[in-house]
């Protein structure tokens, strides 16, 4: 009983489906040449889509540089956390040799003297600030390239990059005599 309510439901969908596609036939109106046109690309648009890294890249049809901006913060993300976590142990092995008379927490750097602890966390933590500054230079490569890209969007480079230089006479007749003069034609 269930399987027949179900169907005659699905029937019921589809034809109610059918009848909202052929009014959209039968009530849309004529479309205008003005109105058929294609919209403007908007480099201000593909700057605002960019703020998502890689939407900009799409909006300007260059879907390929996706990847290579995930990537790079993929990559660059990893070396944050690695340096994090490595500043992180370091920090706490340091503020426990300070409180317990330079006796080690970890045994792995029971040998390392508390000034080379220090040298280690400092060095992680540079290497952490540089980390954070160049995913910021990522992200404002993202949205340059988006920016720079959607200006660039309509231009078009004609395979004939030649230019014909060539000599004319050109008539000025706003002369006081108006007469033939030598000219660079381009």
């Known amino acids: 009983m269930a399987a027949g309510v179900l169907i005659s439901g699905c029937k019921k969908c589809s034809v109610c489906i059918a009848l909202v596609l052929f009014a959209g036939l039968f009530c849309s109106r004529p479309v205008s040449a003005q109105e058929a046109m294609p919209l403007e690309h908007s480099a201000d648009k593909a700057l605002r889509l960019s703020f998502l890294p890689g939407a900009g890249q799409i909006y300007n049809h ?17 070396f944050v956390y690695n340096n994090y976590t490595n500043m992180k142990l370091f920090k706490d092995e340091y503020l426990y040799r300070v ?61 004939n990059l030649s230019m ?19 000219g660079i034609r381009f």
């Open 62 to 78: 260059q879907a390929w540089k996706v990847p290579i901006i995930y990537g790079a913060f993929a990559g660059v993300g990893y």
């Open 99 to 159: 409180n317990h008379n330079d006796t080690p927490s970890l045994e792995d750097y029971a040998s390392y003297p508390t000034s080379n602890i220090y040298e280690l966390y400092n060095s992680y933590n540079r290497n952490f600030q540089l980390m954070i500054i160049i995913t910021a230079g990522i992200y404002a490569l993202n949205l340059i390239d988006a920016y720079v890209f959607g200006h660039l969007f309509d231009f078009q480079i004609d395979e």
């Open 164 to 182: 014909a230089i060539a000599p004319s006479l050109v008539w000025q007749p706003q002369m006081a005599l108006p007469a033939l003069s030598v």
